[in-house]
């Protein structure tokens, strides 16, 4: 009886304040509550599919122009800007590890950036892959409509330890910067290339003015790939035994973003599409990441 009428007080207690809350607030108040509410909602059940072993963690993106001169790198760098464009709105921090840019200074030949906060990497890993597009070149005197292609390469944070890398294996080369920093940086051999001589792989940076910290970042990608290289090898050998065919990389294209003769961009995965697509190339990902993160 007595717990009867002390859950009864209780709740008349909540009750209460829920009425004094409610005078307090006025319609726009509790609207804003509300989406507020609703936003941590759908946070929390995105981060459900969560699954793999670095996906609260920091991603490494590497974005490179595909066969096609101008045309490509042009559009290596409208993807590059799109993600700076998501990574403002998810509050992640980026950085630039290393960039090659393209003919005349225009365009990107291949960029990588480090991206810093939680859930980067599984946020962003499953935009790994081709992205094309087909417009009318701005480079061709024809008017020609044009098709190129991006790869983008995205990698978890692997701290020091996880993988055994043995010094011998590593060879490590200093040269003068060639991308923007001025004339500091380009007097200086602080650009760092570090290759992997087992498997081949190959990592620079030169966005910082000391070898050390070009090094150690360059390390950093250099885990992080060989993470990747590792998995995939275990892959393939599964195929091999399985007798799975195995297509070329460049034939896995994960998105189409069309400017001519219609607008439109299409997630091959997941047939998620919209005519938006100039929202889309500034940074309107949610869309398709949230339902690729749901396959």
């Not at 936003?39 to 969560?50: C, D, G």
């Not at 609260?56 to 799109?82: C, L, T």
Request: include cysteine; hydrophobic fraction near 35%; charge should be negative.
């Amino acid at each position: 009886m007595k717990e009867d009428i002390l859950i009864i007080e209780n709740l008349k207690s909540r009750v209460k304040d829920l009425e004094e809350v409610f005078e307090i607030l006025n319609e726009e108040e509790l609207s804003k509550e509300v989406e507020g509410i609703d936003k941590i909602l759908k946070e929390r059940e995105i981060e459900i599919f969560f699954d793999n072993k670095y996906d609260k963690g920091n991603a490494v993106i590497s974005v490179y122009a595909g066969a096609g001169g101008k045309d490509a790198e042009e559009w290596a760098k409208m993807i590059f800007r799109m993600y700076q464009r998501y990574c403002e709105t998810k509050k992640f921090k980026m950085e630039i590890i290393d960039e090659s840019l393209g003919e005349a200074g225009e365009g990107l030949k291949s960029v990588t950036f480090s991206l810093t906060g939680k859930y980067a990497y599984g946020f962003l890993r499953r935009e790994a892959g081709v992205h094309r597009l087909v417009r009318i070149s701005p480079y061709s005197a024809q008017k020609l409509r044009h098709t190129s292609f991006a790869l983008v390469e995205v990698l978890p944070e692997i701290e020091e330890g996880e993988i055994e890398i043995n010094s011998d294996d590593l060879r490590v080369d200093f040269y003068k910067s060639s991308g923007p920093g001025g004339q500091y940086v380009n007097k200086r051999e602080s650009a760092v290339r570090i290759t992997h001589i087992p498997s081949g792989i190959v990592v620079t940076c030169q966005t910082e003015r000391s070898q050390g910290k070009n090094k150690e970042t360059a390390m950093k990608v250099l885990l992080a790939r060989l993470y990747t290289y590792n998995l995939e090898k275990a892959e393939k050998e599964l195929s091999n035994i399985k007798g799975d065919k195995v297509s070329a990389s460049w034939g896995n294209q994960i998105r189409s973003y069309v400017l001519h003769p219609y607008k439109m961009v299409k997630d091959l995965r997941t047939d998620v599409e919209t005519s938006q697509v100039e929202r889309v190339l500034d940074g309107e990902l949610d869309q398709f990441i949230e339902s690729e993160i749901k396959i």
